[in-house]
T-cell receptor
């Protein structure tokens, strides 16, 4: 039979635009969250993290927002560049779960020059 | 630091053969993870070691899969006998401790024919 693969959500943006990638997490007890970037043929690469005692954290060109009420994370990338094209994953971690990173399905970001 | 080192990068084997994947975590990290990535199921945790001790192996698919961590600087994931459905990219990751980010290797792309 035909196999059904993961159909990743895709976000297409123009170079220079700001990008917002969203993630819904599943466990209300999760208290540590990480965003990873995965380029083709490579392993996931750490971008930024946030703990549940914060609702916003900024890095270089990236900002993560956490809304615990609705169990939602977002990753904002400012002035998106072609090199930002990749699949982005959020990972939730929970103290009661040994902080084992549990990954979402990912979002494919395509940046057009 | 060279990061998490996995070998081989690519492995093609015939069904029924034994396959051994290797991982060298980052020096000083006390947690190690093995993940499997497929289009169908995304990134799945196979097993988690803390201080060389397997803590959670609930993700290991079946008895054909086994993992060891004989010391802090080396881990193996063995599949015996291998089957075509084991074809995937296998990632090893390590971290300094609970509540810190995990760093991933480049992965081993396994193809079982």
């Amino acid at each position: 039979g035909e196999s059904v693969g993961l159909h990743l959500p895709t976000l297409s943006v123009q170079e220079g635009d700001n990008s917002i990638i969203n993630c819904a997490y599943s466990n209300s007890a999760s208290d540590y969250f990480i965003w990873y970037k995965q380029e083709s043929g490579k392993g996931p690469q750490f971008i930024i993290d946030i703990r549940s005692n914060m609702d916003k954290r900024q890095g270089q060109r990236v900002t993560v927002l956490l809304n615990k009420t609705v169990k939602h994370l977002s990753l904002q990338i400012a002035a998106t560049q072609p090199g930002d094209s990749a699949v982005y994953f959020c990972a939730e971690n929970m103290m009661g779960g040994s902080y084992i990173p549990t990954f979402g399905r990912g979002t494919s970001l395509i940046v057009h020059p | 630091d060279a990061g998490v080192i996995q070998s081989p990068r690519h492995e093609v084997t015939e069904m029924g053969q034994e396959v051994t994947l290797r991982c060298k975590p980052i020096s000083g990290h006390n947690s190690l993870f093995w993940y499997r990535q497929t289009m169908m199921r995304g990134l799945e945790l196979l097993i988690y070691f803390n201080n060389n001790v397997p803590i959670d192996d609930s993700g290991m698919p079946e008895d054909r899969f086994s993992a060891k961590m004989p010391n802090a600087s080396f881990s193996t994931l063995k599949i015996q006998p291998s089957e075509p459905r084991d074809s995937a990219v296998y990632f090893c990751a390590s971290r300094r401790g609970e509540g810190t980010e995990a760093f991933f290797g480049q992965g081993t792309r396994l193809t079982v024919v």
